[in-house]
T-cell receptor, first 115, second 116 residues
């Protein structure tokens, strides 16, 4: 595997379910990101982890819970979601250390549908 | 309030001609700008970037122009090819001031279709 991978690619869940999205990067990067892309909206940054420490949390509801056990893996734990949470969830990674000019590499995304 | 705007939802161009994609921003703290391309069922892929100390950056068929006074950037693709058909996102980042990560704000995207 190369680049950034995400599993599952598609997920359908009920509002009472608990599920997790997984992201893995094979690039040796130090920063990892979760983005949400809703229909006809820009990508919205949700969380940033730098060197396994959460450094950004953009007012995301607590029903989304990120976890970064090491620099290669990032999870997004989901519980009691709402139908409006249905979206494409994208993971990205970057080398880190170059601040704003750090190019981010994206995974293919997980298409989430909440019933 | 959207800080990065791509006002054209779609653009259709003939193969071989120039494609010009536009992007406007409002936050004067942004000083690094990127363009990403996205195919269906794939994540965005980095295309080209420009720092605010420059007004032009070129990479093969792709050129990005930055007009800081107008808070406007554009991506020129010449000549356009059918394989360039995708959604193009512009993104902007503030001077991170020593942080070790980026904080990108994206536009809504423009769907480019290049006809053979």
């Amino acid at each position: 595997e190369t680049g950034v991978t995400q599993t599952p690619r598609h997920l359908v869940m009920g509002m009472t379910n608990k599920k997790s999205l997984k992201c893995e990067q094979h690039l040796g990067h130090n920063a990892m990101y979760w983005y949400k892309q809703s229909a006809k909206k820009p990508l919205e940054l949700m969380f940033v982890y730098s060197l396994e420490e959460r450094v950004e949390n953009n007012s995301v509801p607590s029903r989304f819970s990120p976890e970064c056990p090491n620099s290669s893996h990032l999870f997004l734990h989901l519980h009691t979601l709402q139908p409006e949470d249905s979206a494409l969830y994208l993971c990205a990674s970057s080398r880190g250390g170059r601040g704003g000019s750090d190019e981010q590499f994206f995974g293919p995304g997980t298409r989430l549908t909440v019933l | 309030d959207q800080q990065v705007k791509q006002n054209s939802p779609s653009l259709s161009v003939q193969e071989g001609r120039i494609s010009i994609l536009n992007c406007d921003y409002t936050n004067s703290m942004f000083d690094y700008f990127l363009w990403y391309k996205k195919y269906p069922a794939e994540g965005p892929t980095f295309l080209i970037s420009i720092s605010s100390i420059k007004d032009k950056n070129e990479d093969g068929r792709f050129t990005v122009f930055l007009n800081k006074s107008a808070k406007h950037l554009s991506l020129h693709i010449v000549p356009s090819q059918p394989g360039d058909s995708a959604v193009y996102f512009c993104a902007a980042s503030p001077n991170a001031g020593g942080t070790s990560y980026g904080k990108l704000t994206f536009g809504q995207g423009t769907i480019l279709t290049v006809h053979p």
